[in-house]
């Protein structure tokens, strides 16, 4: 049988496993079968010699008979814990002293095994325990770096709203929305911050997007359209270089794709496309729409919410737009959540919104960062069909809002080969 380890805390290439127990023999066939399948044993049978070797960082978990002379596991698990407490024991006992364990479970042991245990009873629980103490990490690390993350996030955003490459709050406020939306759906708190910093960093892609196309006032050629949708899979090489961001970079990349499989890069439809790429799809389409564009003027709030709705099991995950109406009203306004979802939002870390001005504020008078100089090309007006025709084509990059193209058969579906306005 072959064990996934995962990578050892301790620094080492190997999980480091330290084994305790007056019994020589235990000893020799646990240090011969945690060898075989991958691990560092270190072995001692005598508990005062283990805790004199012992240094914090030195071993990912420790396993350690009950009853021993001279000190009992109990004893030698306090101390090893005073020095790192957050270190994994696995108890060991015999029959007669199983209430000894319980007892050490109690006061924090990460396992038991019953003498006598199998080879797979060991290994299965060295595992579980290793695999418990990891998770536990992660999600403290993530916690203390999650602010961290909202900082840079907020920082980026920033920049690129102020060479006018978002208009106003856009991607704030779509950091906000998805966040309350992932709060309604149930998820949890490190879901709920990839997905708000997904929104902040979702089209952090256009600063590799030439400014000739990113300010373009007026329709898009078919190579400057090809161009535009490369910022998603830019946005996410960028995230994807360190580990902390790989969730968030799989949202960027993925936050234009479309649930029947017609969007992009990647053409992968319905629960296939990352949850979070789902939510900030219907986000994104919602705020981009209802907002002032270099290329057309903000639509009626009611307009999106028809677009919206009418390309449900279309482009938009149906059970996310039902989310989105749970969060946001018919005009447009935030709607008040159960309590208990607004109590889980606000024990969230989020940096307040009177930072994030600041932050803007200061950014916006550095003079690389200065609004551009545009074309003065009159804008093109948005050219919208009757409703029945009408389709939602992008959310963000161009006119979300496209009528169906005559063709000399008939009538070009929205999405398919007929031209379009700006759409992206």
């Known amino acids: 049988m072959t064990w996934e380890l995962r990578p050892s805390g301790s620094g080492n290439g190997r999980p480091r496993v330290l084994c305790v127990d007056d019994e020589r023999i235990i000893l020799q066939l646990v240090e011969r079968l945690l060898a075989r399948q991958g691990y560092e044993p270190t072995t001692f049978s005598d508990p005062v010699a283990a805790i004199a070797a012992f240094e914090p960082g030195t071993f990912d978990a420790v396993m350690t008979d009950i009853h021993m002379p001279g000190m009992d596991g109990l004893a030698l698990m306090h101390a090893l814990r005073e020095r790192q407490p957050d270190l994994p024991v696995i108890v060991v006992t015999g029959h007669g002293t199983v209430e000894t364990a319980i007892q050490a479970l109690r006061e924090g042991a990460s396992g038991m095994l019953v003498k006598p245990f199998t080879g797979e009873e060991l290994l ?71 997905i708000r910093i997904g929104g902040y960093l979702h089209d952090i892609g256009k600063i590799g997007i030439a400014d000739a196309i990113l300010l373009k006032p007026g329709r898009l050629t078919d190579e400057e359209m090809a161009e535009m949708r490369r910022h998603s899979e830019i946005g996410a090489a960028i995230l994807e270089v360190h580990d902390a961001m790989a969730d968030i970079a799989q949202i960027v990349r993925h936050h234009h794709e479309r649930w029947d499989g017609r969007g992009y890069p990647d053409r992968i439809a ?24 270099i290329y057309r003027p903000a639509l009626p709030v009611e307009r999106a919410w028809t677009e919206l709705r009418a390309h449900r099991g279309s482009q938009f995950d149906p059970e996310i737009v039902d989310a989105f109406e749970r969060v946001v009203d018919e005009e447009g306004r935030l709607r008040p959540l159960d309590s208990g979802v607004e109590r889980v939002l606000e024990t969230t870390t989020n940096p307040s919104t009177a930072a994030s001005v600041a932050l803007h504020n200061r950014l916006a008078t550095l003079p690389m960062l200065r609004p551009l100089t545009v074309a003065t090309a009159p804008v093109e007006a948005c050219p919208v069909a009757g409703d029945d025709e009408c389709a939602v084509v992008a959310s963000g990059e161009g006119c979300e809002i496209a009528p169906a193209v005559e063709s000399g058969s008939g009538t070009v579906a929205p999405g398919g080969s007929g031209r379009s306005a700006r759409v992206a």
């Open 124 to 194: 299965s629980e060295v595992k579980r325990a290793l695999g418990a103490s990891q998770m536990r990490y992660e999600a403290l690390q993530y916690r203390y770096i999650s602010p961290v993350l909202d900082s840079i996030a907020l920082t980026l955003s920033t920049a690129i709203e102020a060479r006018n490459l978002e208009t106003g709050e856009h991607c704030r406020q779509l950091g906000m929305l998805s966040e309350r939306m992932a709060a309604v759906l149930g998820l949890n708190e490190r879901q709920r911050t990839s």
């Open 270 to 293: 319905g629960l296939d496309i990352p949850l979070g790429g789902r939510i900030i799809a219907v986000a994104d389409a919602f705020s981009a729409m209802t907002t002032d564009r």
